[in-house]
């Protein structure tokens, strides 16, 4: 409806905002979006030669193409250049600020999901490795709750920041305790502190999920902790649901899919439609 009332022909960009039941249209752009070609892959359908024959005036026929019937999934994750931006904190807003993009094929979304973000250079913990939460709020700790366990049951020593350690030890995950630098210059060779253990390798991975932090000194430790990470080389998450999708695809064991060539994916049969 909104592209005849706009009398669009071609491709456009469109952000909707929802909550609840309530959607409202955001934004709306002549352009094509890095989507675009991304869908073209995901259904083996040239949807950039599609849109050229229209603009041009050109007779077309559509795709007919229903989602429920392809047998796989694809994920595209972005990549950072924040290893280059020195100081900059590696966390995301609202806009994007990708220097690039990878998309994977998987049998399913763990296995495509986990396939694109090993694509980005992200190194899975090693077993029986470390892992630190640093988790601001508590709606976001309590989200993160079954992930935690599952990180637990999977063999990781797993820490926290005194705040998120104090929080899921209430909860009986005991987690060892991690102290926090109020500053760069607050660096000792303490072990139980954050610059200490990231600087040494003692910690594979770090969950930081600043978002709801409110104190100043809450703010600049999460930083602290975020740039500390990418400046040491500690595979970085700041992303809730993509920390407990990481958690998941390591309870299934989609870290030992093989990969396969996209042309096996488009081989698979499909119910509604024909390529």
């Not at 994007?96 to 094929?105: I, L, P, R, W």
């Not at 990481?246 to 024909?274: N, Q």
Request: hydrophobic content about 40%; overall charge neutral.
């Amino acid at each position: 409806a909104i592209a005849k009332s706009l009398r669009i022909t071609g491709p456009f960009n469109i952000q909707f905002m929802a909550k609840g039941n309530d959607v409202q249209c955001i934004e709306c752009n002549l352009r094509a979006s890095r989507t675009f070609p991304f869908v073209s892959k995901t259904l083996n359908a040239n949807f950039i030669s599609l849109a050229t024959q229209a603009m041009c005036g050109l007779d077309v026929n559509p795709y007919r193409i229903s989602l429920l019937d392809i047998d796989y999934v694809c994920v595209k994750a972005p990549m950072f250049s924040f290893t280059r931006l020195r100081g900059a904190d590696p966390t995301l807003g609202v806009e994007m600020a990708s220097t690039g993009e990878v998309a994977c094929f998987g049998e399913d979304a763990h296995e495509a999901f986990l396939q694109a973000l090993l694509s980005t250079g992200f190194k899975l913990p090693a077993k029986n490795g470390s892992i630190l939460f640093s988790i601001a709020s508590e709606s976001f700790r309590f989200e993160f709750l079954p992930s935690a366990q599952i990180f637990k049951n999977l063999g990781y020593t797993c820490y926290g920041t005194p705040g998120t350690t104090e929080w899921y030890n209430r909860e009986g995950r005991d987690l060892g305790m991690i102290r926090l630098e109020k500053s760069m210059n607050d660096e000792d060779n303490d072990e139980k502190s954050a610059m200490c253990a990231l600087k040494s390798g003692k910690i594979d991975l770090v969950v930081n999920i600043s978002e709801g932090a409110t104190r100043k000194d809450e703010i600049t430790s999460g930083y602290l902790i975020r740039r500390a990470a990418v400046d040491f080389g500690v595979d970085l998450i700041t992303n809730v649901k993509c920390a407990n999708m990481l958690a998941l695809c390591l309870e299934r064991e989609s870290d030992k899919m093989v990969p396969r060539h996209i042309g096996e994916f488009y081989t698979k049969p499909t119910i509604g439609w024909h390529k």
